[in-house]
């Protein structure tokens, strides 16, 4: 089944400028980063404690995300803009792929053992458990939440068929030693169905990206408030310094106040 003309027409109205936008905020967390990999040395090198180490958990995690949606955004042109019907069918596999892919990176799944427990080892390892969700813990626990409400989105699109989804994208990365099976795929393949998949993981997609950046906000506001306070500590030093100046050691004094004040500048 193709995909039907309303359906294209709501992909058709936002695709090509979400991608744009994209590409360039993705280019960004892309220079963002390695300013944090140069301020890591900078701290290392001086036994200093990193402040922005959670700030670069968070850029990964929106790093992941952006390219994940860029992804989809150029599978699905590739599928508007096709001439044959075969295009429209690779772009779905593609969009398949790129679901499963990235749920999987993500959030990853729950396995299953042989006593019907939840084994949720590679769901704790997952960006979303392990690094959003320890900032979450241990950095921004007014944000908790809105951080469940997605998790709760996350876990409710497990009602696709992800065996089904698998499968199909099982066939689409390795083929099969049967072509048959990857035949019998390709011509049952729905891709109405796909691109209904595809546009309930783009809203997740656009909501996790949307709150990364409400956590890079509220952590900034954090390191601001840190600074504050530190500037506030280093300028009472400084005026006892002041108040305490021995006439004889007036430079020595003068000096020092300097070190002291230059520590305002560390983390600017």
């Not at 949307?210 to 840190?226: C, G, P, R």
């Not at 006439?247 to 983390?267: G, M, R, V």
């Amino acid at each position: 089944m193709l995909l039907t003309l309303e359906t294209k027409e709501k992909l058709l109205t936002n695709v090509e400028s979400r991608l744009n936008e994209l590409a360039n905020e993705v280019d960004n967390l892309g220079k963002l980063f390695t300013e944090l990999e140069a301020y890591k040395t900078f701290f290392e090198g001086r036994n200093l404690l990193n402040p922005f180490e959670n700030l670069k958990d968070i850029l990964n995690f929106r790093l992941i995300v952006g390219i994940i949606n860029l992804d989809l955004c150029a599978a699905t042109l590739t599928y508007l803009r096709g001439k044959f019907q075969y295009e429209t069918i690779s772009a779905s596999r593609q969009i398949i792929v790129i679901i499963s892919e990235g749920y999987k990176k993500i959030y990853n799944f729950i396995a299953i053992n042989e006593k019907g427990d939840k084994v949720l080892k590679h769901r704790n390892n997952s960006f979303w458990i392990k690094e959003i969700g320890q900032i979450i813990n241990s950095e921004l626990p007014e944000l908790r939440q809105e951080y469940e409400d997605l998790t709760k989105k996350l876990d409710n699109y497990l009602v696709i068929n992800f065996d089904v989804l698998k499968t199909q994208r099982d066939l689409s990365v390795h083929y099969d030693k049967e072509p048959m099976k990857v035949y019998n795929m390709i011509i049952k393949l729905d891709i109405e169905e796909s691109f209904k998949k595809l546009i309930l993981f783009l809203d997740i997609l656009n909501n996790l990206f949307a709150f990364t950046q409400l956590l890079v906000n509220s952590f900034q506001k954090k390191i601001e408030q840190a600074n504050l306070e530190q500037d506030k500590r280093i300028d009472t030093i400084a005026d006892l310094l002041d108040k305490h100046m021995v006439p004889n050691n007036e430079k020595i004094s003068t000096d020092f106040k300097e070190q002291i004040l230059s520590l305002k500048k560390l983390y600017r």
